[in-house]
């Protein structure tokens, strides 16, 4: 089954950065689409950014461009999320997800923390 192990979070002070991981297996990685999703305590998901199987486009939500930088390293099966200038708004439960086969996966995701 797909596994997706997101890594990175923490706590940092406002106007900070931070860098979360997502390693893949069991699944072709290079050859999927992959996302970076985010949810805010008491909110649903928010989907932040998304970036083609070769790297080559990427796409982001108006609330994160232009901070945020999404990814991916295939030979080591790696996502990527670069956050700059973080905001308090920013803090959430943030995860990766694929779609394989018409079936949609998530990791466990990896908690940030926006807070002076």
């Known amino acids: 089954e797909v596994q997706l192990v997101e890594s990175g979070g923490g706590l940092v002070q406002p106007e900070g950065s931070l860098r979360l991981s997502c390693v893949g297996s069991?699944?072709?990685?290079?050859?999927?689409?992959l996302s970076w999703l985010r949810q805010a305590p008491g909110k649903g998901p928010e989907w932040i950014s998304s970036i083609l199987s070769s790297g080559e486009n990427t796409w982001y939500s108006d609330s994160v461009r232009g901070r945020f930088t999404i990814s991916r390293d295939n030979d080591k099966n790696t996502l990527y999320l670069q956050m700059n200038n973080l905001k308090p708004e920013d803090t959430g439960l943030y995860y990766c997800a694929t779609d394989v086969n018409g079936l949609g996966y998530g990791g466990r995701g990896t908690q940030v923390t926006v807070a002076s």
């Open positions: 069991k699944f072709n990685f290079g050859d999927y689409d």
